[in-house]
């Protein structure tokens, strides 16, 4: 490692371009090559044509988030705060159809401004490494009280009445509105009788070591904390589980009071549909949310709304940016896992299921008439997953999406964008308001940390 402000050597590369050991090496290596013009016209030929839906949603929500947690600068041991924000943007789809006039190719500016005034951020603060939120007696105990604090109040709430917040929506979730913990976060002590969670009891004291149990712990947010080092992958699954659970508590209470607007309504979420790292196990109960209101919605003569996650990275982005000239246009794939296991994993596993863990959502690839291509995901139309084997062939039943994907592709088209490769307007306006620049946002932050810390630099 260099000294601070020493440069590195401009030819310190030179004796490992050199050193017969390297070579040796890479003569050994294999990869996943780029496929041939032959293997292309393969890949792409189950590529289904079909025609996106004109009849579109009259509302458009889109949410991302984005996390800032750098140790603050010369402090010791590492100290850390986290910020996360979680932006939603709503559009309304009459409103952006006419940006511009039938007779002018120039989009009016007060219009676009519109469009940047129908946002709301959240912000979430968290305690990271070396900091003890309000005398917790470790930075796990405070990180926990955090959480169940800035989940529970008014802020994550959308509606004046009832408990339309992410904790609300928690419990609504869960089988019977009960969750159970059967082991202390804090000491891991298991009781005699189970932690259990309701509408009445969303809070509990663990008789071994005295700390507050809370419903928010289900999650399992805090269990990667340590005392001293980078707590950076805590803070992000924070952002990413909150995420979601901001949609599904928008679409609950949507779905409470206003059932028929919903059903002219779609949601973007930045990403897969998945929620990874420790609290993945919510991806189940989203998934089975997401199934019942759409079920419902329909027994009631209403459409059920569109829920999309757009993938703008990863290996199957990279894969479609690959194929893109080989694919014609206005044509779609789902992506099975024998598909993703040959042409994009390098090995199909014929009893495992790709995300079986993590996903909620079914991946689709499509290319507009445009040209331009996206890679989405769209709820499973399932209730539950059951068998590994048996659900990776059941997820990958086209017929089953068909009362949703016309109309996903009809706004994805809608709202394509020249921009950003894989873009959407949505989604671009929604990371505009959620992203945190390292500069000048990054030294801001850190400023408002040490001030708040009352840290002399």
């Known amino acids: 490692m260099p000294y601070s402000r020493e440069r590195a050597s401009k030819g310190g590369h030179s004796d490992l371009v050199r050193n017969p050991d390297v070579a040796a090496f890479l003569n050994e290596c294999d990869f996943i090559k780029q496929p041939t013009e032959e293997e292309a016209k393969e890949i792409v030929k189950d590529f289904v044509e079909i025609s996106p839906s004109d009849t579109l949603p009259s509302t458009v929500f889109a949410s991302d988030a984005s996390p800032y947690s750098e140790p603050i600068n010369g402090m010791f041991p590492s100290t850390q705060i986290g910020y996360v924000k979680n932006s939603i943007v ?43 939120y309000k005398g917790a007696t470790t930075v796990a105990d405070g990180f926990r009280r955090a959480v169940w604090e800035q989940l529970s109040d008014d802020r994550t709430k959308m509606a004046q009445s009832g408990d339309f917040n992410v904790v609300g929506t928690l419990l609504a979730i869960e089988k019977e509105n009960t969750i159970i913990l059967n082991k202390c976060p804090s000491c891991k002590s298991k009781p005699p009788t189970p932690f259990i969670f309701s509408d009445a009891n969303t809070i509990h004291t663990c008789d071994s070591c005295g700390e507050e149990v809370y419903l928010t712990d289900s999650l399992r947010l805090h269990e990667p904390i340590t005392e001293f080092g980078d707590n950076a992958s805590a803070i992000t699954r924070f952002m990413n589980v909150v995420e979601h659970l901001n949609i599904a508590n928008l679409i609950r209470m949507l779905h409470h009071y206003q059932p028929e607007s919903l059903s002219e309504m779609a949601f973007f979420i930045d990403g897969p549909l998945a929620v990874f790292g420790e609290p993945a196990d919510i991806h189940r109960r989203l998934m089975k949310f997401y199934f019942d209101i759409s079920e419902n919605m329909k027994s009631r003569g209403y459409k059920a709304p569109i829920i999309l996650g757009l993938i703008k990275t990863g290996q199957v982005a990279e894969h479609a940016s690959a194929l893109n000239k080989h694919i014609k246009k206005n044509t779609i794939k789902l ?28 991946d689709f690839l499509y290319k507009t008439d445009s040209g331009r291509m996206f890679t989405f995901c769209i709820p499973y139309p399932h209730e539950r997953k059951g068998e590994r084997k048996v659900f990776q062939f059941t997820k990958s039943e086209i017929t089953k999406y068909q009362d949703t994907l016309e109309r996903t592709l009809g706004i994805i088209k809608l709202f394509e964008l020249e921009l ?23 030294k801001v932050l850190e400023l408002v940390s040490r001030n708040g810390l009352n840290v002399k630099k």
């Open 420 to 442: 950003y490769e894989n873009a959407v307007v949505p989604i671009a306006l929604a990371h505009r308001h959620a992203s945190i620049s390292l500069m000048p946002g990054g």
């Open 90 to 132: 709503l559009i309304n789809v009459n409103n952006y159809e006419g940006l511009s006039s039938p007779d002018s190719r120039y989009i009016d500016p007060f219009k676009v401004a519109e469009l940047h005034r129908n946002a709301d951020a959240i912000s979430f603060t968290l305690p990271g490494s070396n900091i003890r």
């Open 335 to 362: 992506l099975t896992d024998k598909y993703k296991g040959r042409w994009i994993r390098g090995k199909y596993d014929p009893n495992g299921c790709i995300g079986y863990e993590t996903y909620y959502g079914q």
